[in-house]
């Protein structure tokens, strides 16, 4: 079983920073894209960020500039340090990895998603 749990989010009034994280646990051999997705209400899940095993980034024009993926291999983990929040980055934010669990075998997993709130 693979799990991944966020942690981190929480209510910021806007300006403010906030760094969300994610852990990869359980029994798998390697951790290769990994990411951040975000859902407000009412509207599609949308990606912010991703990260290759290699450290190559992708950002959602709204976020570039502001916001900062970053990952740890030997802890398999993900962070995504945000900077100048607004309002308009209220949503869930989810976190996104895909997996190998055995040899020539990978899926993508979801976290179970952290609120962030930013006030005005």
């Known amino acids: 079983q693979v799990q991944l749990v966020e942690s981190g989010g929480g209510l910021v009034q806007a300006g403010g920073s906030l760094r969300l994280s994610c852990a990869a646990s359980?029994?798998?051999?390697?951790?290769?894209?990994m990411g951040w997705y975000r859902q407000a209400p009412g509207k599609q899940r949308e990606l912010v960020a991703t990260?290759?095993?290699?450290?190559?980034?992708n950002y959602a024009d709204s976020v570039k500039g502001r916001f900062t993926i970053s990952r740890d291999n030997a802890k398999n983990t993900v962070d995504l340090q945000m900077n100048s929040l607004k309002p308009e980055d209220t949503a869930v934010y989810y976190c996104?990895?895909?997996?190998?669990?055995?040899?020539?075998?990978?899926?993508?997993?979801w976290g179970q998603g952290t609120q962030v709130t930013v006030s005005s």
């Open positions: 359980g029994n798998f051999f390697g951790v290769n894209n």
């Open positions: 990260i290759t095993s290699g450290g190559s980034t």
């Open positions: 996104n990895a895909l997996i190998t669990t055995a040899m020539r075998s990978y899926r993508g997993y």
